[in-house]
């Protein structure tokens, strides 16, 4: 019956196309997160790096004293390289799930803007919390290679809670 209301209907793309992007569109959320799979696997191992570079490298080095001798304080300094890290983290974020929607659209004829979101809300926590993670870490350790050592290694052993969480 319903698809006899489909061919009794107008559309403005042929018939076959419209059942072509009404089954795609039902796998559009498959889709997604799989292309994104990559992105999000490997996204925050690279903001663990930048904010490596942005700040613990610097702190071991003493690049932040004679940054700080100028008349900026440690507490801007450090506030700047917190935010600039995260800012890029969303920016990066929200150009990547927007382009891969956009990739999308070819396939299932319409923008998939929910699950572009979702992919949006699941992404940016993550990049932000393993930024977080490595600036407050290089608080505490005063190696920087300790430092990045164990950022990576917590992200390893978060993403294997997660996964073994997400079988239970």
């Given amino acids: 019956q319903r698809q006899m209301c489909?061919?009794?209907s107008y559309y403005?793309?042929?018939y076959l196309e419209?059942?072509?992007s009404y089954c795609l569109s039902e796998s559009v959320t498959k889709g997604l997160n799989s292309a994104s799979l990559i992105f999000q696997a490997f996204f925050p191992v690279i903001m663990i790096y930048l904010a490596y570079m942005l700040y613990t490298k610097p702190l071991?080095?003493?690049?932040?004293e004679f940054i700080i001798s100028r008349p900026l304080t440690r507490t801007n300094f450090y506030l700047n390289r917190l935010m600039s890290g995260l800012l890029t983290g969303v920016v990066s974020s929200l150009v990547f799930s927007l382009?891969?929607?956009?990739?999308?659209?070819?396939?299932?004829h319409f923008f998939p803007s929910f699950v572009v979101s979702l992919l949006i809300l699941r992404t940016i926590p993550a990049v932000m919390f393993y930024y977080i993670i490595t600036f407050a870490l290089s608080s505490f350790v005063k190696s920087?290679?300790?430092?990045?050592?164990?950022?990576?290694?917590?992200y390893f052993v978060l993403g294997l809670m997660i996964s073994i969480a997400s079988v239970y």
């Fill in 18 to 20: 419209y059942l072509i």
């Fill in 12 to 14: 403005p793309i042929p």
């Fill in 144 to 154: 920087s290679k300790v430092v990045l050592g164990a950022s990576i290694g917590l």
């Fill in 6 to 8: 489909i061919r009794d």
């Fill in 60 to 64: 071991e080095s003493g690049a932040i």
């Fill in 99 to 108: 382009l891969l929607g956009l990739v999308f659209i070819p396939l299932v």
